[in-house]
């Protein structure tokens, strides 16, 4: 289910587009945000490996081109790996990217909507991963219900949502209005209430993760938040990837933005001024990733 993640200021894995998409692109774009991401998410992993000890078989739900699910095969070396997910171009990256590490022997893909398609797995999950995929489903309460339906007894379930959107320069960068990325948090933020309330099935809830868990039967065993810290100066596929960001959320709020905002996001974009993010020494990325983890009662 690759998807434009809208509470953040980049795609991500886990969530469905429309048929127009260049899935290509996509996936590039999906697998180095997921490779700047590495850090944060291995630390993440590192804290449930600590609950989940040796799973049996662990389920990526919304893998996207699999860059997560490559981080849970080499956390778990005797787990069968499954990433589930609507692209199946995305699925084929997944496959390539097992079979170029040397875990395709234990890796396979389910290609369908989630939560529908996990009814598809052989046998049940130890452990199913879900990264910003449930805030994407209609009824976020009965596809918690779902996934959880689909955990073998002492199975967990850990999903990532909320966390803080991630920041890239500092608030005044010399030019246009201080405070421009929490002025795209407040675009975003209107836009990803949109997104929710046009959902196929759409029901208000009040985003209370631990009780929504607790309310699927199953039981909450703790809440982390993961920090994704890489200072100035960054490297340049770092930087490469806050242009690809940032040209993104110019493209995608443009209207929602005033003149002043999309003067200043036009000069950090471009090339040719030595202030713009390709060339500035300044630019970081710092973000917190949330993790909510629960068990399938015995």
């Known amino acids: 289910m690759a998807h434009e993640h809208h509470s ?3 795609p991500h894995q886990g969530h469905h587009h429309g ?3 260049d899935w290509g ?3 590039a774009m999906l697998e180095t945000e997921a490779q700047v991401s590495t850090p944060a998410y291995s630390r993440a992993l590192a804290w449930l490996s600590k609950e989940v000890t040796e799973p049996g078989l662990v389920v990526d739900a919304g893998s996207g081109p699999g860059v997560l699910s490559g981080l849970f095969a080499e956390t778990f070396p005797g787990a069968r790996v499954i ?3 609507s692209s199946e171009p995305l699925l084929e990256h997944a496959r390539a990217r097992a079979a170029r590490l040397g875990y395709g022997d234990r890796f396979g893909t389910l290609a369908g909507e989630l939560p529908g398609v996990l009814r598809d797995l052989e046998y049940p ?3 199913l991963w879900a990264s910003r995929s449930v805030h994407h489903l209609g009824d976020q309460r009965a596809a918690l219900t779902a996934f959880a339906e689909r955990l073998a007894p002492g199975g967990t379930l850990a999903i990532l949502e909320g966390g803080l959107a991630p920041r890239y320069l500092p608030r005044d960068i010399g030019f246009g209005r201080p405070g421009l990325q929490a002025r795209l948090d407040v675009v975003q933020q209107n836009r990803f209430a949109t997104m929710r ?3 196929p ?3 208000a809830e009040t985003e209370d993760w631990p009780a929504l868990l607790a309310a699927a039967g199953l039981k909450h065993t703790g809440t982390r938040s993961f920090l994704l810290d890489l200072p100035a100066p960054v490297p340049d596929r770092v930087r490469a990837h806050v242009v690809d960001v940032l040209t993104r959320s110019r493209d995608i709020h443009a209207d929602a933005l005033d003149a002043d905002d999309r003067a200043t996001l036009d000069r950090l974009l471009d090339p040719a001024d030595d202030r713009s993010v390709h060339h500035r020494p300044d630019v970081f990325v710092l973000a917190a990733h949330t993790v909510h983890r629960a068990v399938r009662p015995v």
Do not use: K, P, R, S
């Open 201 to 203: 099935g759409a029901v």
């Open 83 to 85: 990433a589930a997910d």
């Open 197 to 199: 309330a046009e959902l």
């Open 125 to 127: 999950a130890d452990l």
């Open 19 to 21: 048929g127009d998409v």
């Open 8 to 10: 953040h200021h980049h």
């Open 25 to 27: 692109a996509m996936a």
